[in-house]
């Protein structure tokens, strides 16, 4: 069956985030990255905004260079924490369109829409939902990349940056991807580009046509798979992966407390809580981790994994209160925390305790 794979890839992400933030930086070139300390320091650009990109700027070059390149630009620091807020919202908006979601890294996910859509028509308008979404929700903006698979879907993605949208029907995926330079197949870096090179392979239609024995003897295993990249086959899934999601939540009293009775409702409150985000992204968990802070700061984990996956709030809710236990005898908490993890999209409802751990 034909399938149609949805690739985003937000744009200048922590620059525009920047830009978001201080809308004065609007239309200005905004470097996010090492302090260039006037052009003499080390680190690297991190990324920059499409109007720093006109000078030549672009991510991974060396700061001092941008420096030389464009010493008016505005400078910023990484700011990580803001830039994985936003991610995770961005990230929930692109989840609630398509079951099959797979986040491949801080600014960029695909989602396999093939039971969402009937043709690639549908694919476009979904695609022009999402963008407007990300722009009345979080003010940025993305680009879009629909194909037949993942590989293409992502080069597609890149085709028309800032905020594009390119549609590749499966008749028109030769077409589209042979006059494209090799370098743009995902896995093809400067090494690899430089040795095609050097066989007078330029383009991905030139890789495409050529001897594949050849290919495999100079880069083994990778040349097989690089040549049918270029014939624009890829069956690889989109997956998500859970084994590094977790849902947790935790509150900080206001005044640090020692009761019992009221610490084990707190605990009862945030299980909901933690609850209520795990059925809204249709998960099941395996592992209930509580984390209590005493009023010294010192803090504590402890953990608990099940036998399976499950979806039940009292389970949560007991496992949580004997996880707790020990520390609820009287010492003044300041803390306390619920964190979900191992999750699965499988929904399993069996809660045989398998092993305990702290
Ligand atoms: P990208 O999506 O590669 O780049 P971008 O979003 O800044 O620009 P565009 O997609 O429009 O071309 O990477 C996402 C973020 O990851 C980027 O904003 C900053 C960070 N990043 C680095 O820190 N170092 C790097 O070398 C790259 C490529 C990205
Ligand atoms: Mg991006």
Redesign the pocket.
């Known amino acids: 069956m034909n399938r149609i794979i949805l690739h985003v ?8 985030v920047e830009q978001r933030e201080n809308p004065a930086l609007k239309g200005l070139p905004v470097v ?2 090492a302090d260039p300390k006037n052009g003499m320091a080390r680190g ?1 650009v ?3 905004s ?1 109007e720093a990109r006109s000078y030549g700027i672009h ?2 070059m060396p700061i001092s260079r941008a420096f030389k390149l464009c010493p008016d630009a505005v400078f910023l620091p ?1 700011n990580m924490k803001l ?1 994985s807020d936003v991610s995770l919202n961005i990230m929930k908006i692109f989840r609630s369109f398509a079951d099959k979601f797979q986040q491949v ?4 996910a695909y989602l396999d829409i093939s039971d969402i859509v009937h043709d690639f028509k549908e694919a476009e308008a979904l695609g022009h939902q999402i963008k407007s979404l990300i722009k009345t929700r979080e003010n940025l903006t993305c ?1 879009i990349g629909i194909a037949p698979n993942k590989s293409v879907a992502k080069i597609a993605s ?1 085709f028309n ?2 905020e594009g949208m390119t549609v590749v029907e499966p008749d028109r995926m030769i077409e589209f991807l042979e006059p494209l330079e090799v370098r743009k197949l995902s896995g093809i870096g400067k090494k690899n580009e430089e040795i095609l090179h050097s066989f007078g392979i330029r383009t991905i239609g030139q890789l495409a046509d050529f001897n594949e024995r050849k290919l495999t003897d100079i880069f083994g295993k990778w040349g097989k798979k690089m040549i049918k990249l270029a014939r624009g086959l890829d069956d690889s899934e989109v997956i998500e992966r859970s084994d590094t999601k977790s849902i947790s939540k935790e509150r900080t009293f206001s005044k640090d407390i020692a009761d019992q009775i009221l610490l084990d409702d707190y605990l009862d409150n945030i299980a909901e809580k933690v609850h209520n985000e795990l059925v809204h992204e249709g998960y099941s968990f395996r592992t209930v981790s509580v984390k209590v802070r005493q009023e010294d700061f010192t803090t504590y984990t402890r953990a608990l994994t099940l036998d399976n996956h499950t979806q039940d709030l009292g389970s949560i809710k007991r496992l949580s209160r004997e996880l707790a236990t020990e520390f609820f005898d009287g010492r003044k908490i300041r803390l306390l925390g619920i964190k979900l993890s191992q999750l699965s999209k499988k929904k399993n409802t069996q809660t045989t305790l398998d092993n305990f751990f702290s």
């Open positions: 890839d937000m744009d200048s992400f922590y620059a525009s996010v990255g690297v991190s990324t920059c499409y991510s991974g990484v830039y890294s801080v600014d960029e680009s890149d940056k800032p």
